[in-house]
């Protein structure tokens, strides 16, 4: 069974940064996306990152764009999100997800991947 692990959580300042990492427990199609979500208490899980692996090509949503940086491992299957200058709204549950297979418009859909980690908890305080 494919089991995902986050790691790299934590706390920091506004203005600070944390990085995140995620590996799976086996090797994954290289054609199916990566990604990273939240949720903060009381709101609804959203997209943050997403990652294609065959080429490398990332996708942001606009709350993080220039901010937060998706990449990969590939050698240790593993996804990073390096996340900067965070603010106190970036405060949720982190969520690594994987293996989703979609056209470009679905990958920031939480019902496109099939696995997902339990979540790290990130905390920004002003």
């Known amino acids: 069974q494919v089991q995902l692990m986050e790691s790299g959580g934590g706390s920091a300042q506004a203005g600070g940064s944390l990085r995140l990492s995620c590996t799976s427990s086996?090797?994954?199609?290289?054609?199916?996306?990566w990604a990273w979500f939240r949720q903060a208490p009381g709101k609804e899980r959203e997209a943050v990152a997403a990652?294609?692996?065959?080429?490398?090509?990332?996708y942001y949503v606009d709350s993080v764009q220039g901010r937060f940086t998706i990449s990969q491992l590939i050698a240790k299957n593993t996804v990073h999100l390096q996340m900067n200058d965070l603010k106190p709204d970036d405060t949720a549950r982190y969520y690594c997800?994987?293996?989703?297979?979609?056209?470009?418009?679905?990958?920031?859909?939480?019902?496109?991947?099939?696995?997902w980690g339990r979540g790290i908890q990130v905390a920004v305080s002003s």
């Open positions: 997800a994987a293996e989703g297979f979609a056209a470009v418009k679905d990958i920031l859909r939480a019902s496109t991947y099939r696995y």
């Open positions: 086996v090797i994954l199609n290289p054609s199916a996306y």
């Open positions: 990652l294609w692996p065959n080429t490398g090509k990332t």
